[in-house]
């Protein structure tokens, strides 16, 4: 019961991030905050799996992508589209032909981040949109600090040659 209040208090912490690695999975705002209040459940239900020791967030986090990842194959043949990702990087108010511009370049980002796949797309999400550092993304990944490195310096290398590769895309 003690792990089951520790579990409770520790959630309302990490709402926002949960949000946010949903979103960035499933592409869908309404199906994100589903989502994390479906992992909610589940964590309280699994508390006692829950290792107070342990940081909560990827403990949560699995729990959370694993729920995502569920919904995604059944849904699998719908397309998915990470605008929410993309949606949440605020523009500024320019003139019409700036605005169509940057309209362009959030439909390019879009599309790239489409292109990448699932790994790169993950490994992005957590350090530039959550804004984790690389320790963070290791621990919530369970992988060691290396492959993070390596991981994102492949997924950045990929979104770059996917913008590149499109011509809605300029520097």
């Given at each position: 019961?003690?792990n089951?209040?520790?579990v409770?208090g520790l959630?309302?912490q990490?709402?926002d991030?949960?949000?946010?690695?949903a979103?960035?999975?499933?592409?869908?705002p309404?199906?994100?905050?589903?989502?994390?209040?479906?992992?909610?459940l589940?964590?309280l239900?699994h508390?006692?799996?829950?290792?107070?020791?342990?940081?909560?967030?990827?403990?949560?986090?699995?729990?959370?992508?694993?729920?995502?990842?569920?919904?995604?194959?059944?849904?699998r043949?719908q397309?998915r589209?990470a605008?929410?990702?993309?949606?949440s990087?605020?523009?500024?108010?320019?003139?019409?032909d700036?605005?169509?511009?940057v309209?362009?370049?959030?439909?390019?980002?879009?599309r790239?981040?489409?292109?990448i796949?699932?790994?790169?797309?993950?490994?992005?999400?957590l350090?530039?949109?959550?804004?984790l550092s690389?320790?963070?993304?290791?621990?919530?990944?369970?992988?060691p600090?290396?492959?993070?490195?390596?991981?994102?310096?492949?997924?950045?290398?990929a979104l770059?040659?996917?913008l590149?590769?499109?011509?809605?895309?300029s520097?």
């Amino acid at each position: 019961m003690a792990n089951r209040s520790a579990v409770q208090g520790l959630l309302g912490q990490f709402q926002d991030k949960g949000y946010l690695t949903a979103l960035a999975i499933l592409g869908d705002p309404s199906a994100a905050e589903d989502a994390v209040q479906e992992a909610n459940l589940r964590s309280l239900r699994h508390s006692d799996r829950y290792d107070a020791a342990a940081p909560f967030y990827p403990w949560f986090y699995r729990i959370l992508k694993n729920h995502c990842l569920d919904l995604l194959r059944r849904r699998r043949p719908q397309a998915r589209d990470a605008a929410g990702v993309i949606g949440s990087i605020p523009s500024p108010s320019p003139g019409a032909d700036e605005a169509l511009m940057v309209t362009q370049r959030h439909a390019a980002l879009r599309r790239a981040m489409l292109g990448i796949g699932e790994g790169h797309r993950e490994v992005l999400g957590l350090r530039h949109f959550q804004e984790l550092s690389y320790e963070e993304i290791a621990e919530v990944l369970g992988v060691p600090m290396g492959t993070v490195m390596s991981r994102l310096y492949r997924a950045r290398r990929a979104l770059q040659d996917a913008l590149e590769a499109d011509p809605e895309w300029s520097p």
